[in-house]
């Protein structure tokens, strides 16, 4: 399958710091469908931590980012973007998006998993 999204905005980030990462369409309107954000630790499965549904625009978050994280769309940038607040170690993790049907489908139903982009929190 192709890379339809491509991930930006990792870095390294100390304690209580934030993040926003960016999820860009690569000739694939995002606009379309829902935008999921996971995360995979290293050693762990990669989970879900949000998505944004393209029917309604309503938001969805793990109870472990939930009132940390916020993701938004940008339609007229084609991009989806994930803020990050109160940043701790065990956010720390390779970041992807995905395009779904919808927010309640496990992982993203079209294309590939992309690169994602590295974050790490540490002091």
């Known amino acids: 399958q192709l890379q339809l999204v491509v991930e930006s905005g990792g870095?390294?980030?100390?304690?209580?710091?934030?993040?926003?990462?960016?999820?860009a369409g690569s000739g694939f309107r995002l606009d379309y469908y829902s935008i999921g954000w996971?995360?995979?630790?290293?050693g762990k499965e990669r989970k879900?931590?949000?998505?944004?549904?393209?029917?309604?625009?309503?938001?969805?978050?793990?109870?472990?980012?939930?009132g940390r994280f916020t993701i938004s769309r940008d339609n007229a940038k084609n991009t989806v973007y994930l803020q990050m607040n109160s940043l701790n170690s065990e956010d720390t993790a390779t970041?992807?998006?995905g395009a779904q049907t919808s927010c309640l489908s496990p992982e993203p139903d079209f294309g590939s998993w992309g690169q994602g982009t590295q974050v790490t929190v540490s002091s």
Do not use: E, M, N, W
């Open 11 to 23: 870095g390294l980030v100390q304690p209580g710091g934030s993040l926003t990462l960016s999820c």
């Open 48 to 66: 879900k931590v949000s998505c944004i549904s393209s029917v309604d625009g309503s938001t969805h978050y793990a109870d472990s980012v939930k």
């Open 95 to 97: 970041y992807y998006c």
């Open 38 to 42: 996971y995360r995979q630790a290293p």
